[in-house]
């Protein structure tokens, strides 16, 4: 594959993580509805999830709907609950046949029945997949995901089922929606702005972080690949010093 040659496949990141930013800017500056950008917008999470299962990376989280998002115009919400749907149903096959996994990060309860039962099902079907772990953010928000896990604990020690010594790091991780994924290694946000926006707070402690001003809809595979070069040529120091990582 032509665009996948530049990277270096020992040093390629273990879990992107996307904030699919620009849609309704997309759309607005063509003079369509925001929704259309959305619409544009699942296109490129198909080409995206195709490069990133070609090029062999094992986990990618998508940030298709905030907890905050619910307050978004009724029309809005529906419609990309809509498109959520029907993204899952066409492309349960698909994940199948390329051996991905499906799993999702936020409140699923949150979500219409309906789609909440799609999700569940394809989460089931796919199950047993050993490729590309595809991760959906939906209803998600990360304090809420950290106050639900340390409340959780809080719980099991008035319980007397944990001792207060026994919540380590790693530990606490594993409460969270994303236990048992690697952090993620790369944070891409598109669409130009500076911040999180409350995604993964607690696991992007050592992320690096590419921002493009590129709307979602028109970033490419080779803009993806662009990303992941970036990735490879920064030096993740983790704390340490430069030298110290080179081994000086
Ligand atoms: C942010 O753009 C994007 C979203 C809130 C939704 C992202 C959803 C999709 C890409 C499609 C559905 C997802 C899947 C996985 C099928 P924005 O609307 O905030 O853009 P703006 O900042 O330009 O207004």
């Known amino acids: 594959m032509s665009t996948s040659l530049e990277l270096d496949e020992k040093k390629l990141p273990q879990h992107i993580a996307i904030i699919m930013d620009g849609n309704g800017r997309w759309a607005q500056s063509r003079g369509l509805m925001r929704l259309m950008g959305h619409k544009a917008g699942v296109k490129t999470v198909q080409l995206i ?8 990376i094992p986990v990618l989280t998508l940030y298709a709907f905030s907890s905050e998002n619910w307050k978004r115009p009724a029309t809005e919400v529906s419609g990309l609950m809509t498109l959520l749907k029907n993204y899952l149903e066409s492309e349960l096959i698909s994940m199948l046949d390329n051996n991905i996994r499906l799993r999702c990060i936020g409140r699923k309860e949150n979500l219409p029945g309906e789609i909440r039962e799609t ?3 394809s989460i089931a079907r796919t199950a047993a997949s050993t490729g590309l772990v595809l991760n959906l953010a939906l209803s998600y928000g990360s304090r809420d995901e950290i106050v639900g896990a340390a409340r959780e604990m809080a719980e099991l020690c008035l319980a007397g089922k944990l001792r207060p010594e026994e919540i380590t790091e790693q530990s ?6 994303t236990a048992g994924l ?3 290694d790369l944070i891409i946000r598109t669409g130009g702005e500076f911040r999180l926006s409350n995604f993964l707070l607690w696991q992007a402690s050592y992320a690096e972080i590419f921002i493009t001003e590129t709307h979602w809809p028109d970033f490419t595979r080779k803009d993806f690949v662009a990303a992941i070069a970036t990735f490879q040529k920064r030096q993740r120091r983790f704390g340490k010093t430069g030298d110290q990582v ?3």
Not at 49 to 56: S, Y
Not at 172 to 177: D, H
């Open 119 to 121: 999700l569940e099902t």
């Open 49 to 56: 999830v195709k490069a990133a299962r070609e090029i062999g």
């Open 172 to 177: 606490f991780a594993g409460r969270l929606y």
């Open 182 to 184: 690697p952090d993620p």
């Open 246 to 248: 080179n081994g000086n």
